[in-house]
């Protein structure tokens, strides 16, 4: 039965209740910083009341709006068992590369994919089970890939599809599967499409793109670009308004013309037919649009940094799209060029499996919470296989920009109500880095990652925690290495257009240049970007790298670490293969032990009558290990002292 309408007259509590009002209220609790608790106290209250004592702060219309958007979503997550059949996505350890950063062959300062195909035995090596590339395709590189202008092309400086080809096909002999970066929210100015549509804005081409006439002096509504501006660019040959939620050549994609949907679903069959498993789906969430495109409220503009994302961040028709993507793209119609060969659990390779009937589907959903998270990619829903929920990566009341020291007790407070707030036919991506956000050990850390010991510690911290959580790991390159933010000085060093536009839009706004640059360096996307060290002196390019990195402490590069049997890059690897081999790391149940034990990060994972014991000393001082029933047996880390050292981390094996 579809659940009425809310009204003014219901209460808090009832808008809790709904998956958009539960994600919505949550995320305005983790913006503002306000305490949870205070979520209990003004739940009885109705709408018409809080109306009445915030209208001051919030100004008119925000009612009405969460009335709207909760009231759009009529359905709600389902409770249903896990799948029979187990997808093979939920076993495996995801590795993310980043081409322009992580291996350049010809020696022009920029990664390509040659140097990802010399360097496929580090991530084999390290266990991985899937590769997944940052964009690859033709692009003017106005945001580093992710405006395309070619989704069938090669970038020059990457290589060639014959390149990409002998790629997939040594991922899969090598047992790793292979997905790409898809970026369909919006497509280069540059893309054939686009310069139609600009062409002969009636024409078919036309209704591909968001150019919407009127005045020159007056764009369309009041939407913010998330990389500072409005998100509207006036097209003087074309006398239209183009919609641009990101860089001013991204230009947004409009997903209710069937033909837009059509082309989308050519390029992923294209794809899976030339062997590529599946896609990540870039800001996926995104490209369901409202008809009529109103402005976005004032406050929630101020409260989030961004006008207008209420509209799409969860729009109208977003499910229908991503059913049709599913059905129409990435369930195969003809056999691939080549398929993986099958891992066995003792880490050797089978032979070629099967074609996978459905490729994998991960989408990065920003602003989407534990309750729309299992509407986009719940078991029964025909959507999305994995989202990624981008609420682990800062403390209450803190954004990227801020810098802050990062209380790692929220890691554990964090999974503990994500994992206890989804069912069997969930599932969750496990990630702490990736190519937008600073590196999450040098958050934890809070710049004692200078001492190698710290370093050293905090990497195996994260590392025990991501490869042991109950999900499916994303780890970023780099992080096998205890990769840590950059001494980045000045604003000339920096490559990443949002960066670089943010600084230059505090200092249009008053800040003064040290003020806007200590904002820029906390958040900027550029301390993940910088090359991988695969030496002590670099080992990237035989150039000058298009990005320069300042790491150069001794011990952390993969020449070194790789030869280390204590290294970060050994543990990861060390716990790789122990969840391959044992199904109670990746299928089993998790049991949180003295949650409320500050700075006490401790688990038991178990099935089939065997449990692992998994504890972290999150502070960085000394503390009393709590007493935890059983007999238990370490094998990675240990002895299990009576007090565990600053940041230690160990896995135990039950006796039985």
């Known amino acids: 039965m579809t659940p009425r309408p809310l009204t003014r007259r219901d209460r808090l509590s009832d808008v809790y209740a709904t998956p958009v009002g539960r994600d919505a209220i949550d995320k305005l609790l983790l913006q503002s910083g306000l305490p949870r608790p205070l979520l209990r106290a003004l739940g009885p209250m109705r709408i018409s009341t809080i109306e009445r004592l915030t209208r001051r702060f919030t100004g008119p219309g925000l009612v009405d709006g969460v009335l709207s958007l909760v009231n759009s979503e009529p359905d709600r997550p389902t409770d249903t068992p896990a799948p029979a059949s187990v997808p093979w996505w939920r076993d495996a350890v995801f590795y993310q590369v980043y081409p322009r950063s992580f291996a350049d062959s010809d020696g022009d300062g920029i990664g390509d994919i040659r140097g990802i195909i010399d360097h496929l035995d580090h991530l084999a090596d390290l266990g ?70 600009v062409a002969d804005p009636d024409g078919p081409y036309g209704s591909y793109y968001f150019l919407e006439p009127g005045d020159p002096a007056r764009p369309p509504n009041n939407w913010t670009s998330f990389f500072s501006g409005p998100a509207w660019r006036w097209i003087p040959e074309a006398r239209r308004w183009a919609l641009h939620l990101f860089a001013d050549g991204q230009v947004d994609l409009r997903w209710d013309t069937p033909a837009v949907r059509d082309e989308v679903a050519d390029i992923v069959q294209w794809w899976l037919a030339r062997g590529i498993d599946g896609f990540r789906l870039d800001v996926i969430n995104y490209i369901s649009k409202p008809e009529g495109l109103p402005d976005g409220n004032p406050f929630v503009g101020e409260l989030m940094g961004f006008t207008g994302v209420e509209h799409y961040f969860y729009g109208p028709r977003l499910g229908e799209f991503l059913r049709g993507l599913r059905a129409d793209g990435f369930t195969r119609r003809a056999a691939p060029a080549s398929t993986v060969r099958r891992r066995l659990p003792d880490g050797s390779l089978g ?27 719940g078991s029964d829903r025909g959507e999305l296989d994995l989202v990624f929920n981008f609420d682990v990566l800062d403390t209450p009341g803190h954004t990227r920009w801020d810098d802050y020291d990062f209380d790692p007790d929220y890691l554990k407070d964090y999974y503990r109500r994500y994992l206890e707030g989804i069912g069997e036919g969930d599932w969750i991506a496990v990630f702490l880095d990736n190519h937008d956000n600073p590196r999450m050990l040098s958050k ?25 959580m109950r999900g499916t790991p994303f780890l970023f390159q780099g992080q096998e290495l205890a990769a840590v933010d950059q001494n980045f000085t000045r604003l000339d060093q920096l490559r990443d257009v949002e960066s670089i536009n943010r600084y230059e839009e505090l200092r249009a706004a008053g800040k003064g240049p040290h003020d806007a640059w200590a904002e820029i360096i906390a958040g900027s996307r550029d301390h993940a970007r910088v090359p991988m060290r695969w030496s002590p002196e670099g080992g990237f390019t035989s ?15 993969a020449a070194e670490q790789v030869l280390d049997d204590a290294s970060v890059y050994s543990w990861h690897k060390k716990l790789i293969g122990l969840r391959r081999a044992n199904p109670a790391l990746t299928r089993g149940t998790l049991t949180w032990l003295r949650p409320g034990v500050k700075g006490y990060l401790a688990y038991i994972r178990e099935a089939d009558g065997e449990a692992f014991l998994v504890e972290c000393n999150a502070s960085p001082g000394p503390r009393r290990r709590p007493k935890v029933a059983g007999d238990w047996e370490p094998i990675l880390g240990g002895p299990r002292a009576e007090t565990m050292t600053p940041w230690e981390s160990t896995v135990s094996r039950r006796i039985r």
């Not at 200078?450 to 590392?463: F, N």
């Open 128 to 197: 991985v089970d899937c590769v997944w590339l940052s964009p690859i395709f033709a692009s003017p590189n106005e945001d580093m890939g992710y405006d395309i202008s070619d989704y069938r092309a090669v970038m020059d400086e990457m290589g060639t599809l014959d390149d990409v080809d002998d790629l997939i096909r040594g991922c899969h002999e090598r047992g790793m599967r292979i997905i790409l970066d898809l970026v369909v929210n919006h497509t280069s100015d540059r893309h054939e499409w686009f310069e139609r549509a």
């Open 351 to 377: 032979d070629p499996q099967t074609p996978d009937e459905v490729g994998v589907m991960v989408g990065e959903t920003p602003g989407v919470g534990i309750e729309l998270g299992r509407m986009l990619s």
């Open 444 to 468: 934890l850390a809070g710049g004692a990652e200078s001492d190698p010991a710290v370093r050293t510690a905090v990497g195996r911290l994260l590392a025990t925690v991501q490869l042991t």
């Open 543 to 557: 150039g000058t790298p298009w990005l320069e990195g300042s790491d150069d402490a001794l011990g952390f590069s």
